[in-house]
């Protein structure tokens, strides 16, 4: 945590821990204010933890969750409120700061204080507060310099490096930026493995700034609005950046508070979730010492990042218990807001074979609404044609929640977005269907096809040519089709390698002797566990389109 003074009653910092809230209190801190929305990153701990862990040393919590970008009059006034009611030192906290020390600008303006102070106080904590020269004082300045770049990326994970990378390897000489707040790049494919005992988590990581490729300016903020028609996006704390050519690779929003009572049981009670950082090795807990009772599994409705590792979670917990001899005591139960098992039809046979080897009953179109941690029950709404209005209880020992997914909040409000709130683009060039200098990839983007990191890198090499192409007026384009992989990891040791692409056509890898990707194989895994973390690092992040090179439709050069 990078605490930054205030003053004598206020210190601001971006994203805390729990553990971080005993020297918090240690430090006479008495209220925390969360400016952050819950559900922002893969990483991030929601405020009902903080809450709770808050209350047991002694701390108020105060939710005041601000949209990037959207900070409020009237919310600077609560924030004024919450720091006059509160009877000791606050600490307040976003993904950065920045909206944090917005809040406090503005009701710093509010109470009267010179504008020069108040910028002069945020620099010197170490805030970047130029961008918000303009509301304080009420003024446009038209003489204002703008940062510009040939090419900026919005995001810096998967899909954004590899864009980066595939776009410089092309052209050097083009200015690009990319734009993120993290400080830590996550591989979070790995994620399956962590909840299985096989990875450590800390494998999974690294520095975001080794990885920014080198030549690229990395502007480390938080993107708060789009605005094509000026061919500008503007940064938390109202600073614009020029662009020429946008690529938006945002990812989406894991949106924990969809499902009533989750946020407070999360890592407790049972109740655990492959798709955060912190929350997988708890899987692995839960998993070696459940012995016997009921472990339920749960998929919500699509899209979602990785459509098969709800189910890879499972197998690979009813592998460890059957080899431990404990699965006959265990009835493991998989619940799919989906009327099927997998979405595409020619690899249900394989995986069928798992379901009846670790019993695992089946409850199709069946989505998670409400958990109680602590009486270890959760109730599910029945969808599809004729489906009951009640809801059904289920009790467990172990639950594992694949969380509904959604759109970020700063894209689903912006024009970039369609009537569901991903990111517009033809479905083949990546480019965007009404802004003809906006590209985007990965998770963000509303392509019909699966949101694997696999498809990230085949995606990138295509809208890095389409988007060189554009750039310099020239023909050709190359088009994405809908490759998508999802190594289904059945058991310990063997993998059914699912490789497909639009409309659900097989589109193998590799020859069928060596893995036949309807077939569980060992060659599949050795394959995950191996070699794609490495291919994952140094290829694809590099801009190595190794079994990736983009296919053209039209060869002028």
């Known amino acids: 945590m990078d605490s930054r003074t205030i003053n004598e009653t206020l210190s601001i910092s971006g994203q805390i821990q729990v553990n971080d809230l005993t020297p918090l209190a240690q430090a006479g801190i008495t209220t925390i204010i969360v400016n952050r929305p819950d559900g922002e990153g893969s990483d991030q701990v929601n405020f009902e933890e903080i809450h709770m862990a808050a209350e047991a040393v002694g701390i108020q919590a105060k939710y005041l969750p601000v949209t990037p970008g959207k900070a409020t009059d009237a919310q600077a006034v609560q924030f004024g ?12 906290y976003c993904r950065t700061g920045m909206r944090s020390s917005t809040l406090w600008a503005l009701h710093r303006k509010s109470e009267g204080d010179d ?3 108040i910028l002069s106080t945020l620099t010197h904590a170490g805030f970047d507060a130029s961008g918000l020269t303009d509301r304080l004082t009420n003024t446009t300045d038209a003489q204002q310099v703008i940062p510009s770049y040939d090419v900026v990326i919005v995001g810096a994970g998967a899909g954004g490096l590899a864009a980066a990378a595939s776009i410089q390897k092309r052209d050097a000489k083009l200015k690009i930026a990319v734009i993120d707040p993290a400080d830590t790049h996550y591989y979070q494919p790995g994620w ?74 999360l890592g407790k009670n049972g109740v655990t979730s492959n798709y955060r950082y912190d929350l997988a090795p708890y899987t692995w807990e839960l998993v070696k010492n459940l012995k016997k009772g009921k472990a339920v599994f749960t998929q919500p ?54 379901i009846k080897k ?18 270890k029950k959760a ?166 389109e190794w079994m990736a090179k983009p296919t053209i439709s039209d060869k002028q050069q």
């Not at 033809?426 to 990839?441: A, C, G, I």
Request: aromatic share 10%.
């Open 192 to 265: 399956t493995l962590v909840g299985a005992g096989i990875f450590k988590p800390e494998k999974t990581k690294r520095p975001m700034a080794t990885l920014i490729p080198k030549g690229v300016d990395w502007i480390q903020s938080a993107v708060a609005q789009f605005e094509p028609e000026k061919n500008q996006v503007l940064l938390e704390g109202c600073r614009p950046i020029k662009y020429q050519q946008l690529v938006v690779a945002a990812g989406l929003k894991l949106n924990w508070e969809g499902i009533e009572g989750l946020n407070e049981t």
């Open 115 to 117: 504008v020069v102070s």
């Open 379 to 544: 109730w599910f709404k029945q969808v599809g044609e004729g489906a009951s209005d009640q809801l059904l209880e289920v009790t467990f020992d172990m639950l594992h929640v694949c969380p509904p997914q959604v759109a970020p909040d700063f894209i689903r409000v912006s024009p970039l977005a369609d009537d569901n709130g991903w990111v517009d683009v033809d479905q083949h060039t990546l480019r965007h269907k009404r802004f003809e200098n906006v590209w985007s990839l990965g998770d963000v983007m509303n392509a019909p096809n699966a949101k694997t990191a696999a498809a990230v890198r085949m995606q990138a090499p295509v809208l890095a040519y389409n988007l060189i192409r554009t750039l310099n007026n020239k023909p050709g384009q190359s088009a994405y089709n809908g490759y998508g992989s999802c190594p289904l990891t059945v058991e310990r040791g063997k993998i059914v390698l699912a490789e497909f692409g639009y409309g659900g056509k097989l589109l193998p890898s590799f020859p069928g002797w060596l893995i036949n990707g309807l077939k569980p194989t060992r060659a599949a895994w050795i394959l995950k566990e191996r070699f794609l973390p490495e291919i994952y690092w140094s290829v694809m992040l590099k801009g190595h």
């Open 301 to 354: 409705p699509m899209p979602i990042k990785c459509a098969g590792a709800p189910q890879k979670v499972m197998y690979l917990s009813a592998d460890t218990w059957l080899k431990n001899g404990q699965l006959k005591d265990i009835d493991v139960e998989f619940y799919n807001t989906g009327p099927g098992l997998f979405g595409v039809k020619d690899y249900v046979p394989a995986l069928q074979e798992y």
């Open 358 to 375: 670790y019993a695992i009953e089946l409850k199709f179109q069946h989505q998670l609404m409400k958990v109680d941690g602590p009486n």
């Open 81 to 92: 409120e919450i720091l006059k009611a509160s009877k000791g030192q606050v600490h307040a």
